[in-house]
């Protein structure tokens, strides 16, 4: 079984400063780990995804995470905040194998104040 | 990328009526569906799982006869909230896939507010 909770449910930045949503999983299986945004009004869009290899993940809009597995975590963060990354972030996780369904955790809310 | 629509965006209904979800893929064959739920503040939560042509699979607590799901096609599958009480007022979100491994694609969710 897995597990995702997403610590704070909303976060306020500045704009320019450094974004970090965090998000710690549990599970008893190699995880897939995703981080998903969702826009007003939109559908949730793949921000950035680990499966193997590489712990740190670039993804999309200047984001990026890493999976520690030694912290069972999978943070994102991103430099410099701008106006546009105001949404809700979703972090997300499934097995390496066999079920596709993701496990979700309960979303953050990014503000991001001029 | 993959568009996937879903359709009400919002709906309010009668308590004891019955209401009708549609997720679409536009642009490629959904082989596999998921049907999330989310209420405030907390997670998305799976309710089922859909493949085209057979029957959903559906998770624990989750009641089949309350919440149809009908994926008769690559490209439709459709969630119907039968007898809708106030406690079934949510946010519904499905997501499609069309192969194993493939990206997961997300509908914009449905707002169902049952007075």
């Known amino acids: 079984a897995q597990s995702v909770t997403q610590l704070g449910s909303h976060v306020s930045v500045s704009e320019g400063a450094l974004v970090l949503l965090r998000c710690n999983y549990s599970?008893?299986?190699?995880?897939?780990l995703f981080w998903y945004v969702q826009y007003p009004n939109q559908g949730l869009q793949l921000l950035l995804k680990?499966?193997?290899?590489?712990?740190l993940v670039k993804g999309i809009n200047g984001f990026e995470a890493e999976f520690k597995k030694s912290e069972t975590s999978f943070h994102l963060t991103k430099p410099s905040a701008h106006m546009s990354d105001a949404a809700e972030y979703f972090c997300?996780?499934?097995?390496?194998?066999?079920?596709?369904?993701?496990?979700f955790g309960s979303g953050t809310r990014l503000q991001v104040q001029p | 990328g993959a568009v996937v629509s879903q359709h009400p965006s919002w709906v309010i209904c009668k308590s004891g009526t019955s209401v009708k979800i549609e997720c679409r893929s536009l642009?490629?064959?959904?082989?596999?569906m998921f049907w999330y739920r989310q209420f405030p503040k907390q997670s998305l939560m799976l309710m089922a799982t859909?493949?085209?042509?057979?029957?959903?699979?559906?998770e624990q607590g989750v009641e089949k006869d309350k919440f149809l799901i009908n994926h008769a096609s690559l490209t439709l599958s459709t969630l119907t909230v039968t007898s809708a009480h106030p406690e079934d007022s949510s946010f519904y979100i499905c997501?499609?896939?069309?192969?194993?491994?493939?990206?997961?694609?997300f509908g914009s969710g449905t707002q169902l507010s049952v007075l």
């Open positions: 997501s499609a896939s069309g192969q194993i491994n493939e990206k997961l694609f």
């Open positions: 599970s008893s299986v190699p995880p897939y």
């Open positions: 680990y499966t193997t290899g590489a712990t």
């Open positions: 997300a996780v499934r097995p390496d194998t066999g079920r596709r369904a993701l496990t």
């Open positions: 642009d490629f064959q959904a082989t596999t």
């Open positions: 859909s493949n085209e042509g057979s029957k959903a699979t559906y």
